[in-house]
């Protein structure tokens, strides 16, 4: 029982901070963000709002990883790196884009893709080069 009221809170808690992606978004465009909390924000903002994951969900366990840990924790992170009068200045942008629904970036989607058939690839080209052994 324990179990699932644990993972109930944890997905509430990434769908939480989630939210402030929108906020990073906003924010990674600002002249007074640091060049490396720029950076981190970016590439939180292009996971998270990229059509395919990195890990795909139908992948039992690991599929969940990266909407419960990894993007939070960078979410985490890059809402630690900028200053934090920036952070609530676009609050109330970030909520009327949040309304209007979440951009797609094809481009990480893409990227993704031709990391997975990278992997599919060499993993095939494994398989033949070791089965006359």
Request: hydrophobic share 50%; charged share 20%; glycine share 4%.
């Amino acid at each position: 029982m324990e179990q699932p009221h644990a993972l109930t809170k944890l997905k509430n808690y990434a769908r939480k901070l989630k939210q402030n992606l929108f906020v990073l978004y906003l924010s990674y465009k600002d002249s007074r963000v640091p060049w490396y909390a720029k950076l981190v924000a970016i590439c939180v903002v292009a996971y998270a709002f990229s059509p395919i994951d990195l890990i795909p969900d139908f992948i039992p366990v690991l599929g969940y990883l990266d909407d419960l840990i990894i993007v939070p924790l960078g979410i985490s992170l890059a809402l630690k790196l900028i200053p934090p009068f920036i952070i609530e200045e676009n609050r109330a942008k970030a909520e009327e884009i949040r309304q209007k629904g979440k951009p797609k970036n094809w481009f990480v989607a893409v990227l993704f893709i031709l990391i997975w058939l990278f992997i599919a690839i060499w993993i095939g080209k494994y398989f033949v080069d070791n089965k006359g052994h």
